[in-house]
């Protein structure tokens, strides 16, 4: 069975500071990840995937992703933190064979403090 | 521009009544899911489908139920409401064939409360 764990409920950074949101995943066999972001009282949209080739994925308003295998993780940066970027992030995995749906991590409460 | 719609945008029920949420997208793509999000739980999976004619049950799928007679909606159909089901109701599409996993574009939400 696949499973994400975003171990931090909330992050707070100041403006200006590099952000990161972590992501650790289990799944079998070779993962499909994404990142989706919540603003209030909207539905999530997507931010970045990592499907295959190169471990670093950009995405959407500056953020970026690493994948790394051995650690199995996939965690969100940003280098310089907006108060706009204030928000819900979810982590997401999908084996990458068969028909299996996303399995999505409970979530991570970014703060940006100006 | 193709979207994806839920209505109601907030719906109030009691215990015991038989509930539809609607899911309208306009994205013509083959998938189509329906999650629920609570706080401490993240977005769980009710049902899913991967054309017409296909459902497919999810993690929390006791209590839902759904059917798709064309490619544009999904309804989600609460049988008899509980209060555990007040929760917020989300409905995603996505492309691909065979349920590949690209990406899910979600509707606006739907939040539900069961008295």
Redesign the interface.
């Given at each position: 069975a696949q499973s994400v764990a975003q171990p931090e409920d909330q992050v707070n950074v100041a403006e200006g500071n590099p952000l990161t949101v972590k992501c650790t995943y289990s799944v079998s066999g070779n993962p499909?990840l994404?990142w989706?972001v919540q603003y209030p009282?909207?539905?999530?949209?997507?931010l970045l995937?990592y499907i295959t080739g190169d471990n670093l994925v950009k995405g959407s308003y500056g953020f970026e992703a690493e994948f790394n295998k051995s650690q199995t993780s996939f965690h969100l940066k940003k280098p310089s933190a907006l108060v706009s970027d204030s928000a819900l992030y979810?982590c997401a995995v999908?084996a990458?064979s068969?028909?299996?749906?996303?399995?999505?991590?409970?979530?991570t409460r970014l703060s940006v403090i100006a | 521009d193709a979207e994806i719609t839920q209505s109601p945008r907030h719906k109030i029920t009691e215990t015991g009544r038989q509930v539809t949420l609607a899911c309208h997208q306009t994205w013509n793509h083959n998938n189509m899911?329906w999650?629920r999000q609570d706080l401490?739980?993240?977005?769980?999976?009710i049902h899913?489908s991967?054309g017409v004619h296909d459902t497919n049950k999810?993690e929390v799928s006791d209590g839902y139920s759904v059917s798709r007679s064309n490619t544009e909606d999904l309804p989600l159909t609460l049988e008899s409401a509980a209060s555990s089901q007040t929760s917020v109701y989300?409905c995603?599409s996505s492309t691909g064939t065979?349920?590949f996993?690209d990406?899910?574009?979600?509707?606006?939400?739907t939040r539900l409360t069961v008295l």
């Open positions: 499909y994404f989706y009282n909207r539905g999530l949209q997507f995937k979810f999908s990458n068969g028909n299996t749906p996303l399995v999505f991590g409970k979530g | 899911f999650y401490g739980h993240g977005l769980r999976l899913y991967y999810g989300f995603a065979s349920g996993p990406t899910q574009y979600f509707g606006p939400g």
